[in-house]
């Protein structure tokens, strides 16, 4: 587990597979930056599980996935070949990106050995706020309207983690303080805010009682009618506007069958032998 370079002053930062984001980011903060990825363990989850699943967190709204921010990876071929995909500077657009191709294969395509990040400086603050909603439709239709509006929110989440009680809209800024002010301001224009935090998150996450978390995703626009068909769901956390469902209960399916064919060819492609298994998050 290593930092194998690290330019401040160019925004990059170079890791092995094997370092944990907190260590990553525990490297980054006194330099005032981070990787604005936010996947739940952060302190037990490696670089190259995070780059194998695509993990994220509430904060993919406004940041993307890990995706967005990696500049280059070297990883080892099922043949044993070591390859280099991408440039560790912040513009390059020569050759094919085995990057994002890579990015969420779970490990079947190739091994991930390192990665060069472009890292960001830390917003001067972040502010969290939410709004309770009767019923997910009308939790939905708030989400539309940030969604397409001027503002810029980091995070756009809905939740009923506790499996009961009102839906939940939590909205998320980040920048300066005027920035931060200023859109707390405008938001309250579509509805009356009160201060929150990301704890629901970390419920959903460490409360295993109810089964395996599962991962549903649909356009954000089907979202509300979604959540309306799921039928056995004991808690739910969703990324709302990008269409992205975690959920605790009966099995709902992934939504993400058309790929599956596309995947077997590229698996074909990369690793005809088999040899690599699918790492699971």
């Given at each position: 587990m290593s930092i194998v370079a690290y330019a401040p002053d160019d925004l990059t930062v170079t890791v092995t597979a094997d370092t944990t984001l907190a260590a990553l980011q525990q490297h980054l903060a006194p330099r005032d930056q981070w990787l604005p990825v936010d996947p739940p363990n952060p302190a037990r989850l490696t670089i190259g599980e995070i780059v194998d699943c695509d993990l994220s967190g509430p904060r993919r709204y406004g940041y993307g996935t890990v995706r967005e921010h990696i500049l280059s990876l070297r990883a080892e071929l099922a043949d044993g070949r070591l390859i280099k995909s991408g440039a560790d500077v912040v513009k390059n657009a020569a050759g094919?990106?085995?990057?994002?191709?890579?990015?969420?294969?779970?490990?079947?395509l190739a091994t991930v050995c390192e990665v060069c990040f472009k890292v960001q400086p830390r917003p001067e603050v972040e502010h969290f706020g939410k709004v309770e909603f009767p019923t997910a439709e009308a939790a939905c239709e708030f989400v539309e309207k940030l969604?397409?509006?001027?503002?810029?929110?980091?995070?756009?989440?809905?939740?009923?983690?506790?499996?009961?009680?009102?839906?939940?809209?939590?909205?998320?800024?980040?920048?300066?303080?005027?920035?931060?002010?200023?859109?707390?301001?405008?938001?309250?224009?579509?509805?009356?805010?009160?201060?929150?935090?990301?704890?629901?998150?970390?419920?959903?996450?460490?409360?295993?009682a109810a089964g395996p978390a599962r991962k549903l995703s649909v356009l954000p626009s089907k979202l509300a009618a979604t959540i309306a068909s799921m039928r056995g769901v004991t808690s739910l956390v969703a990324r709302a506007g990008n269409g992205v469902i975690y959920y605790r209960g009966e099995d709902q399916g992934t939504g993400l069958a058309p790929a599956v064919k596309l995947m077997q060819r590229l698996k074909h492609e990369f690793d005809p032998d088999n040899q690599l298994q699918a790492r699971r998050a």
């Open positions: 094919y990106d085995l990057c994002r191709l890579f990015t969420g294969a779970r490990g079947e969604d397409t509006s001027e503002l810029t929110p980091t995070v756009l989440d809905l939740h009923n983690a506790n499996g009961a009680g009102p839906w939940t809209v939590v909205v998320g800024f980040a920048g300066t303080r005027e920035e931060v002010a200023w859109q707390r301001k405008e938001t309250e224009r579509f509805a009356a805010m009160t201060d929150t935090n990301l704890d629901y998150e970390e419920q959903f996450w460490s409360t295993t």
